[in-house]
């Protein structure tokens, strides 16, 4: 899957994850390129917390 467009999408606790538009994938897949819950929750608020920091 080298080149693969992976995007989170989070609304307050749901979330969701796809590759290249497909939302099926296997969970060897999701191992391999540690897709977990705790990364899409996590980088919207990092971003969030550096935008929030002054220049």
Same mark, same amino acid.
């Given at each position: %899957? #080298?080149?693969?467009?992976?995007?989170?999408?989070?609304?307050? &606790? $749901? /979330?969701?994850?796809?590759? *290249?538009? $497909?939302?099926?994938?296997?969970?060897?897949?999701?191992?391999? %390129?540690?897709?977990?819950?705790? *990364?899409? %929750? #996590? /980088?919207?608020?990092?971003?969030? #917390?550096? &935008?929030?920091?002054?220049?």
């Amino acid at each position: %899957m #080298f080149g693969s467009v992976v995007e989170y999408r989070t609304s307050g &606790a $749901e /979330w969701s994850i796809t590759i *290249d538009g $497909e939302s099926e994938f296997s969970e060897e897949t999701r191992q391999r %390129m540690r897709l977990h819950r705790e *990364d899409g %929750m #996590f /980088w919207p608020n990092y971003f969030g #917390f550096l &935008a929030g920091l002054p220049s």
